[in-house]
């Protein structure tokens, strides 16, 4: 047997690069691919915090995301309900001043006038014009009517009017007598009181109220005994 002989040495030959190239590197499988600063994908499947990790709850999102749905669809139809409530009290307030100025009120209102301003109380025996004032202090009272609506539409005649069947005599405490009824008009009373608030809020607390309701009273009633009927 020949003894073996020596095996050469293989020398691997370098192959120069080209300028620019820059060698691949094998990667290992499951490994990322990494970009020049750092990973460029990568699924994440928790988020991360000192001490653990705490998935994403998609339950309390969806619960979240149902509350805030619901809240704003309450409060939509709330805006809806409250836009409605305000334009029917804007109409009904408008047919009662249609009905205010009816030939056959007016001609109440010419009527009243005149025997106030004359001083002849005891004649005074119809008080539908104080009716339909009660009428409207009840409807303000209740909500159906706005009261900014009430006062812009009818303030001026509500303190005329209460004010002289008040004033110096006083009418309506003569009716409440007669009927025994001390609530007579008193929803017309109330709504007396709720202009009286509206105006001096407006014009300010060291406001002359009795003053200004006088002068009111004598001014609108000598407008009123003038009215054209026809």
Request: hydrophobic share 40%.
């Amino acid at each position: 047997m020949s003894p073996r002989s020596p095996v050469p040495e293989v020398r691997r030959r370098r192959v120069p690069l080209r300028a620019g190239v820059v060698p691949r590197r094998r990667e290992s499988p499951g490994l990322a691919r990494h970009g020049p600063h750092g990973p460029t994908s990568y699924r994440p499947t928790s988020v991360g915090r000192p001490g653990g990790s705490t998935a994403v709850d998609i339950s309390t999102i969806t619960a979240v995301a149902t509350w805030a749905l619901a809240a704003g669809t309450v409060t939509l139809l709330w805006w809806q309900v409250r836009v409605a409530q305000r334009l029917n009290s804007a109409n009904a307030v408008l047919m009662l001043r249609e009905r205010f100025d009816s030939p056959g009120t007016r001609r109440r209102r010419k009527t009243l006038a005149e025997r106030l301003l004359a001083g002849r109380h005891d004649d005074i025996t119809n008080l539908e014009v104080a009716a339909f004032f009660e009428l409207i202090g009840s409807l303000t009272h209740e909500g159906v009517l706005d009261r900014h609506i009430v006062w812009e539409a009818f303030g001026t005649w509500i303190n005329g009017y209460y004010y002289a069947l008040r004033n110096p005599v006083d009418v309506i405490g003569r009716a409440r007598a007669a009927l025994k009824d001390p609530l007579v008009m008193g929803e017309f009373e109330w709504l007396f009181g709720l202009v009286q608030r509206m105006d001096r809020k407006m014009l300010g607390a060291g406001a002359d109220m009795d003053g200004a309701n006088r002068e009111e009273a004598t001014a609108l009633l000598s407008r009123e005994a003038e009215l054209d009927t026809d």
